[in-house]
């Protein structure tokens, strides 16, 4: 009598815990009105409000015993009520990784379950974040049926892809079907090893078939390959199904990519007739003169029993020239073809695309020049000088891809970066303001310094959006260069704009303000949105503090496999930098809103949709902010010029002294001690110093200062 009393005692308990939240349900939580979508305004209505809710698990979050590793990242699930239709699905999240009584990695699909977590937004994706109590997800039931909703493309996109909120909306986070596809791009990512692409339907819209499930993994992944086979261009799909994600776009201060399709098992795809198969295209040379024709290559096979009837390499000059001149390509060998450009003028951008038909009038065009969206050709500039870092780096076309992609070139460039300081090497082409900065990735690197000339070779490639120099092999000292940073106003990069910011990826730059005299932080941090726990490491940079989301986001103190910032940069948003995703090599500085500076440099480095500035050192930050300029007033550094001794001088400060640093132009440092009270005085011997500028770096308790000192014997 006694445990029946107990155990009903703690049903009456749990459910009084679980009332405090009152029940909503999916549509309640994702229901936006008519009004609010044209306005582009998508978020939920309960959005901060913790609730609770129920449905329908769509997905296993295990295949075989086997977690799924992008649902364990961040134990993602989704549900669904009434079996599909509008505003039905949404995404359940838990950040930390805490495990509840039952846990969300063992649910399967048509598992019937209800959560308690608040209502979050993420880059326009309504979610359900799970609290990390124990009885935040409890298991009801099991076995229910999982459907998947009709839906066409164009409900979601239109032909260039921009989500159309009005229809599109209604079905995020829902597990639709669509139906009698064709494959009108292909884009390989992840180190080529898995894939994503974009389908079209007879309504005209286009979506990506994305990859968050890790479904379309093919065999060349390692340590855990797939079996995924990429389609080709013209491939038909008779039926897809998927979960739709939403990465908001077509509405001011979002670039994302539309509403998207995200398959998770085999059966969601099924394709139908096969195109011919268009790979390995060539280009030779890579950058041609203007006496010299370019040959391309490529293999061509035809599917399943059909023949090929012509293969056709189609070519124009000129970027905004949409006439393509047809050369019908040879078969040289096997499956190779080939054809050639004839030779054009200097500077000239030539593209090109190749089409191959077979005999049943199936049709693949690589890239989709033709495809209603996507319309990108191969292309390559003419230069009579050879590759250069701006034959990589220019391009015409909104996806920001090179030219020279996958192909092994070698440039010469300054060091605007190296390991000593950024802790990656940048080099950029002397005499340009736009396309003429790069990453480098390989052997050799460690030891260049700023402002060494470098001639180096590698491999183009596309990281998430970034254009770089990967496995670069050889690096040979060219001399020595100076690049001045090109000065940009704060409010340039806002929002990410190809026309605007492209050409400035890979370049060293100053952040001037926009207005007034000074550079401020007017956001401490440009992620947490509703969720005070979101915290990627980066701040805004901008002219007005009453406009936080104005100016150009900051990254410091990060070191990771999507994070290159500097490890020298005192400046970050949180303490947790100073031994997360790194080890800080300077005493971390935690911004606050209205901190200031002349001007700030970095390296401009583009990834999740924005540009940011990526300082290298305590040096990029020039000048001080109102409250160091009271705390340093009466600091000084002389004679500066100095020829022997130089006297550092401190006196009435508000705040103790903690040290000092002297860094030469490459960052290394050539001195430190450390320093007692607020007032002293330390005399700096230089007698070893070469001649030249150095910065001295004064450390307060949470304050710093940079006093540039001139070495002259």
Not at 370 to 388: E, I, R
Not at 502 to 526: A, F, H, R, W
Not at 642 to 649: G, H, Q, R
Request: charged share 10%.
């Amino acid at each position: 009598m006694k445990h029946s009393f107990l155990f009903l005692l703690l049903v009456v308990l749990f459910m009084k815990v679980s009332a405090q939240y009152p029940l909503r349900s999916v549509f309640d939580i994702q229901n936006v009105s008519g009004a609010n979508l044209s306005n582009c305004v998508d978020s939920s209505s309960y959005n901060g409000d913790t609730i609770r809710v129920r449905g329908v698990v769509v997905m296993d979050a295990k295949v075989g015993s086997v977690v799924n590793a992008q649902i364990a990242n961040g134990r993602n699930t989704w549900i669904q009520v009434n079996g599909g239709g509008p505003w039905s699905g949404v995404n359940l999240v838990n950040f930390t990784g805490a495990t509840t009584t039952t846990d969300m990695l063992d649910l399967v699909s048509g598992d019937s379950i209800e959560v308690t977590g608040y209502v979050d937004e993420f880059q326009g994706e309504t979610q359900v974040v799970v609290l990390t109590t124990a009885n935040s997800v409890t298991l009801l039931g099991s076995g229910q049926s999982v459907s998947a909703t009709p839906v066409t493309v164009d409900q979601l996109n239109d032909a260039a892809r921009n989500n159309m909120l009005s229809t599109g909306e209604q079905y995020e986070g829902t597990y639709v079907e669509l139906s009698n596809l064709t494959v009108t791009a292909v884009n390989l990512f992840s180190g080529n090893t898995r894939v994503s692409y974009d389908v079209t339907d007879a309504s005209g819209g286009v979506i990506n078939v994305s990859d968050r499930f890790l479904y379309q993994r093919m065999a060349s992944a390692t340590p855990n390959p797939g079996t995924f086979v990429a389609p080709t261009v013209g491939d038909v799909i008779t039926t897809l199904r998927g979960i739709i994600l939403h990465s908001k776009n077509n509405c001011p201060g979002n670039n994302g990519r539309g509403y998207e399709i995200h398959p998770f098992k085999s059966s969601d795809v099924v394709f139908g007739a096969q195109a011919p198969t268009i790979t390995n295209i060539q280009r030779n040379p890579i950058t041609p003169t203007s006496s010299q024709t370019a040959t391309i290559t490529a293999d061509v096979v035809a599917n399943g029993t059909n023949t090929l009837t012509s293969v056709t390499l189609n070519y124009a000059v000129g970027v905004s020239n949409t006439t393509y001149s047809q050369v019908a390509m040879t078969n040289t060998s096997g499956n190779v073809w080939s054809a050639s450009i004839p030779a054009q003028a200097n500077g000239s951008v030539v593209k090109y695309y190749i089409t191959a038909s077979d005999n049943m009038s199936l049709t693949s065009n690589v890239p989709s020049v033709p495809a209603p969206t996507n319309a990108t050709p191969l292309f390559y500039t003419v230069n009579d000088n050879g590759t250069t870092i701006y034959d990589i780096q220019y391009t015409p076309f909104s996806n920001g891809n090179s030219g020279l992609k996958d192909q092994v070139v070698t440039v010469t460039g300054v060091v605007t970066a190296s390991s000593n300081d950024l802790g990656y090497v940048f080099i950029q082409q002397e005499g340009l303001t736009a396309w003429a900065g790069i990453m480098c990735i390989g052997t050799g690197l460690g030891t260049v310094n700023l402002n060494d000339k470098i001639t180096v070779t590698g491999t183009v490639k596309e990281n998430f959006g970034m254009t770089r120099l990967e496995n670069v092999s050889s690096v040979t000292l060219a001399g020595t260069g100076s690049i001045t940073p090109l000065q940009l106003r704060d409010t340039s990069f806002t929002v990410y704009g190809f026309n605007s910011n492209e050409q400035y990826e890979g370049m060293l730059i100053s952040l001037i303000p926009t207005s007034g005299t000074k550079v401020k932080v007017v956001d401490v941090n440009c992620d947490d949105g509703t969720n005070p726990t979101t915290n990627f490491g980066e701040y805004r940079l901008g002219s007005d503090t009453l406009a936080p989301n104005t100016g150009t986001r900051v990254l410091a103190g990060r070191q990771s496999s999507s994070a290159f910032s500097s490890l020298n940069v005192p400046f970050v948003n949180d303490l947790t930098w100073q031994t997360t995703d790194g080890t800080m090599n300077v005493t971390p500085i935690v911004v606050t809103t209205g901190m200031e500076w002349d001007y700030v440099n970095g390296i401009l480095y583009y990834s999740f949709s924005n540009m940011k500035l990526l300082p290298r050192n305590a040096a990029d930050f020039a000048g001080v902010s109102s409250r160091e300029e009271a705390l340093f007033a009466e600091v000084s550094l002389y004679p500066n010029p100095a020829s022997s001794n130089v006297s550092l001088s401190w006196a009435n400060l508000t705040e103790e002294m903690l040290s000092c640093s002297i860094m030469d132009i490459h960052g290394r440092v050539v001195y430190s001690t450390t320093l007692n009270g607020n007032n002293g005085v330390e005399t700096i011997s230089v007698n070893e110093l070469p001649n030249g500028l150095y910065f001295c770096t004064i450390q307060a308790r949470d304050a710093q200062q940079v006093i540039k000192l001139q070495v002259n014997h």
